[in-house]
């Protein structure tokens, strides 16, 4: 995990602090995300860093500074030593953690980049959130942005994969709304509006976003202080239609609504080929 004055932490399942980087950055730490191997981590940090890590060893390795400001996600790629990384400048950049270089740059965005999330079947989609209330998808075996998904009313926070079905991506907004995509049939270009919206998800921003394992459950984390579990529609449901009557979700955990601060730091442990980042305000991601 990461704070909000630049440290990172490690953890037991437990929860059990076993470790303590200090001044791992020198200013909030946004995203965390783990490599396929799970020896190295990537961290980025509105100190506009992106930060190579070995796990063992508690030691940084390499530090890549090209981003022009604040680092808001992290995630590295579910195959290959590649870091995927968003900023407040707008840009999305592409790094080798091996020789701490940027090899690419996407600047499709036009507002602060927020999340950002590899394509845990095929490698080759990366999705980005953005401030602009805009979902671009990229293929990376072209550095080409192929689609635009468009539905979102505010800023998009959080993004994740379907672990099994490729095209089905979910996206979670600043406004507490949680929105359903298929991307695969759309390959080649063009808009895309969302297969299913749900407007009032959670009362505030939906920070995080984690699919179980085989795929038929979606949890969702709010600063409304709610994590929720969602199943998929009922056969003959009209849904898709519907933006707004949706029956509740199992709720596992409710506290008390959290203040929503102009900058927050999260606490990310991003899985492979999953997203990370703290761009939201008072995002905070495990």
């Given at each position: 995990?990461?704070?909000?004055?630049?440290?990172?932490?490690?953890?037991?399942?437990?929860?059990?602090?076993?470790?303590?980087?200090?001044?791992?950055?020198?200013?909030?730490?946004?995203?965390?995300?783990?490599?396929?191997?799970?020896?190295?981590?990537?961290?980025?940090?509105?100190?506009?860093?992106?930060?190579?890590?070995?796990?063992?060893?508690?030691?940084?390795?390499?530090?890549?500074?090209?981003?022009?400001?604040?680092?808001?996600?992290?995630?590295?790629?579910?195959?290959?030593?590649?870091?995927?990384?968003?900023?407040?400048?707008?840009?999305?950049?592409?790094?080798?953690?091996?020789?701490?270089?940027?090899?690419?740059?996407?600047?499709?965005?036009?507002?602060?980049?927020?999340?950002?999330?590899?394509?845990?079947?095929?490698?080759?989609?990366?999705?980005?959130?953005?401030?602009?209330?805009?979902?671009?998808?990229?293929?990376?075996?072209?550095?080409?942005?192929?689609?635009?998904?468009?539905?979102?009313?505010?800023?998009?926070?959080?993004?994740?994969?379907?672990?099994?079905?490729?095209?089905?991506?979910?996206?979670?907004?600043?406004?507490?709304?949680?929105?359903?995509?298929?991307?695969?049939?759309?390959?080649?270009?063009?808009?895309?509006?969302?297969?299913?919206?749900?407007?009032?998800?959670?009362g505030y921003s939906v920070n995080t976003l984690a699919?179980?394992?085989?795929?038929?459950?979606?949890?969702?984390?709010?600063?409304?202080?709610?994590?929720?579990?969602?199943?998929?529609?009922?056969?003959?449901?009209?849904?898709?239609?519907?933006?707004?009557?949706?029956?509740?979700?199992?709720?596992?955990?409710?506290?008390?609504?959290?203040?929503?601060?102009?900058?927050?730091?999260?606490?990310?442990?991003?899985?492979?080929?999953?997203?990370?980042?703290?761009?939201?305000?008072?995002?905070?991601?495990?």
């Amino acid at each position: 995990s990461g704070d909000q004055e630049g440290t990172i932490k490690y953890f037991e399942s437990t929860l059990a602090n076993i470790s303590v980087i200090p001044d791992a950055h020198t200013n909030a730490v946004r995203g965390l995300s783990f490599s396929p191997s799970d020896s190295k981590f990537v961290s980025g940090s509105d100190d506009g860093t992106v930060g190579i890590w070995d796990w063992e060893g508690r030691r940084k390795e390499a530090v890549m500074t090209e981003h022009g400001w604040d680092v808001r996600c992290v995630a590295w790629h579910p195959f290959y030593s590649l870091v995927v990384s968003g900023s407040k400048d707008n840009t999305v950049k592409l790094w080798d953690p091996r020789e701490a270089r940027c090899l690419s740059t996407l600047y499709g965005h036009k507002n602060t980049v927020l999340a950002v999330a590899w394509n845990p079947m095929n490698g080759n989609w990366l999705a980005t959130g953005a401030r602009d209330h805009l979902i671009k998808l990229y293929d990376v075996r072209a550095m080409k942005e192929w689609l635009t998904l468009r539905g979102h009313d505010k800023e998009v926070c959080s993004l994740a994969w379907h672990p099994h079905q490729e095209a089905l991506l979910a996206s979670g907004g600043f406004n507490g709304a949680l929105a359903y995509w298929m991307c695969g049939h759309l390959e080649g270009g063009g808009s895309l509006t969302p297969h299913t919206y749900i407007d009032n998800a959670h009362g505030y921003s939906v920070n995080t976003l984690a699919w179980h394992g085989v795929g038929y459950v979606l949890a969702s984390a709010s600063n409304d202080g709610i994590v929720k579990f969602w199943g998929r529609e009922v056969p003959g449901s009209n849904l898709v239609q519907e933006r707004s009557d949706y029956v509740d979700p199992l709720v596992v955990r409710r506290g008390p609504r959290l203040p929503e601060p102009e900058e927050e730091a999260a606490a990310a442990g991003g899985g492979r080929g999953g997203g990370g980042g703290g761009g939201c305000p008072g995002r905070q991601t495990r």
